[in-house]
């Protein structure tokens, strides 16, 4: 058996051990929702570890989504900064493989004044987090 083999066959047993779900990279979609109400605008700008998505201006009531597939290490991690008239920069996970991976394929964030939910067709309930206080 050669190297190349070798490896293949240490990549299938991998999968194998791992399960398919946990080892093979997944296509992911995030939407962000302005739900500030009262006509407030929302500024935001996603990262990862790879990938700057630049700054959005995003108006009352509407969304933006973005589409990327997860790492084969299951450590994707996208993070957003949130700004709005009259309020501190927020900042929230709106993706974490360890959190997220088996939770929602697409990952809807309503964003609010008091924080963020996550509303996905793949849970049943409304997980919401309240932005952390300001340092």
Known sequence: ???SQLAFVLLLSFV???GVSGAV???KDVIIRNDLGGGRVLGLHCVSADDDLGF???PPN???DFRFRTSFFLNT???CGFVWAGSQRQSF???D???YHGVCTQCLWSIQTNGTCLISSSITQVDCYPWAPAW
Request: no cysteine; aromatic share 12%.
């Open 62 to 64: 509407e969304e933006w």
């Open 1 to 3: 058996m050669n190297v």
């Open 93 to 95: 996970a709106v993706y």
């Open 56 to 58: 959005r201006v995003l």
């Open 77 to 79: 991690l996208f993070h």
């Open 97 to 99: 493989d360890r959190k």
């Open 16 to 18: 194998a051990v791992s």
């Open 25 to 27: 990279p997944l296509e």
